[in-house]
């Protein structure tokens, strides 16, 4: 069973940064590409962005709320993919989870809690 543990939520005023991590149980490059997700209360769970985790990949996609915000990145060593949020908005208050997908089965964390506000 694949586990993925997120890790790096906490509560930041406007403007200031935060890291997630989302550290999994197996080798990333058997996924086909991991992301980061979040939901907000009473709002549909959205993509923020994703990473294609495959041997030859590394292409991101973001939401258009986030780009130029938020970084996502992986390291292959660790088994992790990190989130890298910088100007956070309060808007941006939500659970973030980690996804990731294979040729069977996406697979999702439990979740970790970022609120910005003052």
């Known amino acids: 069973q694949v586990q993925l543990v997120e890790s790096g939520g906490d509560l930041v005023q406007p403007g200031g940064s935060l890291r997630l991590s989302c550290a999994a149980s197996?080798?990333?490059?058997?996924?086909?590409?991991m992301a980061w997700y979040r939901q907000a209360p009473g709002k549909e769970r959205e993509l923020v962005a994703s990473?294609?985790?495959?041997?030859?990949?590394?292409?991101?996609n973001y939401a258009d709320s986030v780009k130029g915000r938020f970084t996502i990145s992986r390291d292959s060593g660790k088994n992790t993919v990190y989130l890298q949020m910088n100007s956070l908005k309060p808007e941006d208050t939500a659970a973030y989870f980690c996804?990731?997908?294979?040729?069977?089965?996406?697979?999702w964390g439990q979740g970790t809690q970022v609120t910005v506000s003052s």
């Open positions: 990473i294609i985790t495959s041997f030859s990949g590394g292409r991101t």
């Open positions: 996804n990731a997908e294979d040729n069977w089965s996406r697979y």
């Open positions: 197996r080798n990333i490059f058997s996924f086909n590409y």
